[in-house]
């Protein structure tokens, strides 16, 4: 499975950006994908999560509320919307993938990978 993020920039604090996930490859009818982010400094932590279906999803406490994952099969997309954006939101985030049904947080759960896009929020 191949991962393109994209989306990343610089925005204000309040404001929003969209970050997509372009995955091709192979089938994904069974897998999760996922957001993660790092910050400067700090170890990559898990953002959300969705079934490839989108019938269920999982956020982090940190962004719940502000964050939303989807997914558009028809596409191979999956998108993450960011709204009222925080200068701690402020890291690369990463989308990955894993080829298994279960929501899960860890990053070791993960086994496919995308570049990273950043994303940066100015007080």
């Known amino acids: 499975v191949q991962l393109q993020a994209s989306g990343g920039g610089l925005v204000q604090a309040g404001g929003s950006l969209r970050l997509s996930c372009a995955a091709s490859?192979?089938?994904?009818?069974?897998?999760?994908m996922g957001w993660f982010r790092q910050a400067p400094g700090k170890e990559r932590e898990f953002v959300a999560a969705?079934?490839?279906?989108?019938?269920?999803?999982y956020t982090a406490d940190s962004v719940r509320g502000r964050f939303i994952i989807s997914v558009d099969n028809a596409k191979n997309m999956v998108y993450l919307q960011m709204n009222s954006l925080k200068p701690e939101d402020t890291a690369v985030y990463y989308c990955?993938?894993?080829?298994?049904?279960?929501?899960?947080?860890?990053?070791?759960?993960?086994?496919?990978w995308g570049q990273g896009t950043q994303v940066t929020v100015s007080s």
């Open positions: 990955a993938g894993r080829s298994n049904l279960g929501l899960r947080t860890d990053i070791a759960d993960y086994a496919y």
């Open positions: 969705i079934t490839w279906g989108g019938a269920r999803t």
């Open positions: 490859g192979r089938a994904l009818s069974n897998y999760v």
